[in-house]
């Protein structure tokens, strides 16, 4: 099977609900990894739609709360040790200066890698509902952007029967330009966060 039978098949399947679920289920598992989001909202949304979309702002509170469980749990193990200990308390706590700023932390949710995100965030001593909150506000724009340029590649290929993307698209070019411009934003933010820890 080639490539672009592939991508006509998962376009134009039939799945169930069991399909979906299974979905889900890994999407959770994924978004608690270090596997780029963006992959796991690519493969939902081409291949269910709009119901991949749901699939994943459901599955992303649930998978970064994993990863803040196993994060809080294991650096609660490595604070015990003496040496890893004021490691802890010196360096990382001095980097973390804008942990109380909740547009920071957003914006930072927003722009940065969502594994890595996720572990700082652990790393920090703040509440599991100021956590979720964060996630589930800093991610939803970025998801609904890409879930746009996805779905409109994916109902391209399916009106032509082939892998064609139909580039007048607004509903692909619009996010595909917003989501440059945050790419952009992106490294303005990284360069701020960096002077602010200096």
Known sequence: MSIEEILLYLANNNFSYKHIFIFFIFSIIGLSLPIPYTLIIIINVYVFGWIGFFIVILSIPFGSLITFFYVKKFSNLIKK??????????????????????????????????????????????????YLYLTIIGTFINTLLMSFIINSIRDSIISYNDVVISWKDPLFILPSIILLLFVFLNKKIKMKLYENNN
């Open 81 to 130: 040790i003496k040496f890893f200990h004021r490691i802890y308390n010196k360096k990382i706590n001095k980097k973390i200066k804008f942990q109380n700023n909740i547009y920071i932390l957003i914006l930072a949710r927003a722009y940065l890698p969502f594994y890595l995100t996720s572990v700082a965030f652990s790393l920090t001593n703040i509440s599991i509902k100021k």
